[in-house]
Nanobody
Framework: QVQLVESGGGLVQPGGSLRLSCAAS????????MGWYRQAPGKQRELVASIASGGITNYADSVKGRFTISRDNAQNTVYLLMNTLEPEDTAVYYC???????????????WGQGTQVTVSS
């Protein structure tokens, strides 16, 4: 199993910034892609940004130029720096990791518990 623990959510005014962190722990797995998804009330969960183990990143169009994803492979930690936040960014943000079970070579997807981000004046 891989456990994902998120931190850094909260309340921020429009135009402000927040930094989310997600630390992965567990044994027997090799973590590949890590990312952040979000789910606003009444909406489907959507990809915000992802980063492969080699550093290739992918962003939703709505956050390009405002959000930056990064990772520390040695610490199995992924970060999401969110700048110029807008009320539309309000959602529960979930950390995601795709990890390969070393024993069998199967890929599994793991989720964090979610952290609330609220952008409001």
């Amino acid at each position: 199993q891989v456990q994902l623990v998120e931190s850094g959510g909260g309340l921020v005014q429009p135009g402000g910034s927040l930094r989310l962190s997600c630390a992965a722990s567990g044994s027997g797995f090799s973590i590949n892609t890590m990312g952040w998804y979000r789910q606003a009330p009444g909406k489907q969960r959507e990809l915000v940004a992802s980063i492969a183990s080699g550093g290739i990143t992918n962003y939703a169009d709505s956050v390009k130029g405002r959000f930056t994803i990064s990772r520390d492979n040695a610490q199995n930690t992924v970060y999401l720096l969110m700048n110029t936040l807008e009320p539309e960014d309000t959602a529960v943000y979930y950390c995601n990791a795709v990890a390969r079970w070393i024993v069998r070579g199967d890929d599994y997807t793991f989720w964090g518990q979610g952290t609330q981000v609220t952008v409001s004046s």
